[in-house]
């Protein structure tokens, strides 16, 4: 394997990292009728910080795209997951607080977790896997319907409880385009540009993208950014590796040692990711001009303002 696909994973990070929050920071200005909105997006695209956040999050997909054309997305993914350090790197500066005990247990929890999974599952690409086009498309389709349940669920709660389903469930639909980003590098190497775009994958890849980028960007809006970007950053890789290896053939061991090792990294991954989010390094932000901790600003009555 490539040291070029660590240096691109975790270049990646950094930028994806710091992009989020200098979104989550213009987002949580936007007016609550916007969430879950396109218009959400336009009216994004007038405040300087956003779109450098977005410069941001673009080199970032772009390093990852570098990246899994090098390797398996079920290596990459957990790298991507490490944005959380760079992210709380620029929240603590903005921030002036301190990592204390938590803090540093959550960055050791976080690369330790990823370093065991990688090290214990030794995850592989398979080019040669034949993967029928009826378990391809069962794979994406309950992906897919993983993120449209979560989106579901956060439109029957209270707006100050959203932001870690819609993040969620971008996250789900990240973790397909990092698959599909793999396949479509492979198309690419087979056939040429010309090949690649009369296949589905790119324009696939442009819909979840964008979709994807609506629901960060109203979970952003919605609620402190330690509410999102956990829920963000641990969905992405899981759904990225349960996709590369329902549809991509990716492998990874599954002796008892191993499967042990996997679950213990993963799981201080993720742990450690929710750890980190509800830091007190991590800027609360205002939704739509409120109150602190994000909650939805108040109207004359003293009551928090619903969404339009």
Sequence with gaps: MPILVYVYGLAASCF??????????AAARAPLGDILSFRLLLDLMKVPRWLLGIAFMVVGQLLSALALSLGDVSRVAPLLATNLLFAMALARRI???RLGRTGWAGVV???????????????????????????????????????????????????????????????VLYGLQDALTRDASTVLEE??????????????????????LVLVQSAFEAGPLRQSLPALT???PLSGIACSIGFLGDTVRVTPLALTGEIVGLGAAVSAIFLL???????????????????????GSGQPQQRN
């Design 95 to 97: 921030s002036g607080q």
């Design 277 to 299: 989010g509800r830091h007190p390094a991590m800027p609360t932000g205002s939704s739509g001009g409120g109150g602190a901790e994000g909650e939805p600003a108040a109207d």
């Design 234 to 236: 641990a969905a992405n």
């Design 16 to 25: 994806l990292g710091v992009g989020f929050v200098l979104q989550q920071d």
């Design 191 to 212: 056939s040429g540009i010309g090949g690649l775009i009369t296949t589905w994958q790119p324009y696939t890849i442009v819909t979840s993208a964008v979709v994807g």
């Design 109 to 171: 929890m976080l690369s330790g977790g990823v370093a065991v999974f990688v090290a214990a599952g030794s995850p592989q690409g398979n080019d040669d896997a034949q993967i029928g086009p009826l378990r391809r498309w069962l794979v994406i389709g309950a992906v897919l319907a993983v993120a449209l349940l979560m989106v579901m669920i956060a439109r029957h709660l209270r707006l100050a409880e959203e932001p870690p389903w819609l993040a969620a469930g971008a996250g």
